[in-house]
Nanobody, 122 residues
Framework: QVQLVESGGGLVQAGGPLRLSCAAS????????LGWFRQPPGKQRELVAG???????MYADSVKGRFTISRDNARNTVDLQMDSLKPEDTAVYYC????????????????WGQGTQVTVSS
């Protein structure tokens, strides 16, 4: 059984950092495309960052230069380092995984976590 469990969400002041982690079980993360999506209040889920199995990365324009996605093969996790947070980053953040990067980017990943709330106060 595959499980993705996010942690690290919480309340942070604007300009501050926060690090999210997603622990995977039932899959080996280095063999999968991995990503983070978010869903702001009242809005649709959107891609934040993605990583191919080969280690290539991509980011939404709104987070480029502020967020960094990384993979820890030893811990079998995918992390999202978020710096210079803004109130508009407030959302539920979801990690996801799929063997096909195009499906992940399209939001059609096979595996999803339950989400973790990030709230940025102004």
């Amino acid at each position: 059984q595959v499980q993705l469990v996010e942690s690290g969400g919480g309340l942070v002041q604007a300009g501050g950092p926060l690090r999210l982690s997603c622990a995977a079980s039932g899959i080996i993360v280095r063999r999968y495309a991995l990503g983070w999506f978010r869903q702001p209040p009242g809005k649709q889920r959107e891609l934040v960052a993605g990583m191919t199995s080969g280690g290539g990365t991509m980011y939404a324009d709104s987070v480029k230069g502020r967020f960094t996605i990384s993979r820890d093969n030893a811990r079998n996790t995918v992390d999202l380092q978020m710096d210079s947070l803004k109130p508009e980053d407030t959302a539920v953040y979801y990690c996801n995984a799929d063997l096909a990067f195009p499906l992940l980017v399209a939001g059609r990943s096979r595996y999803w976590g339950q989400g973790t709330q990030v709230t940025v106060s102004s």
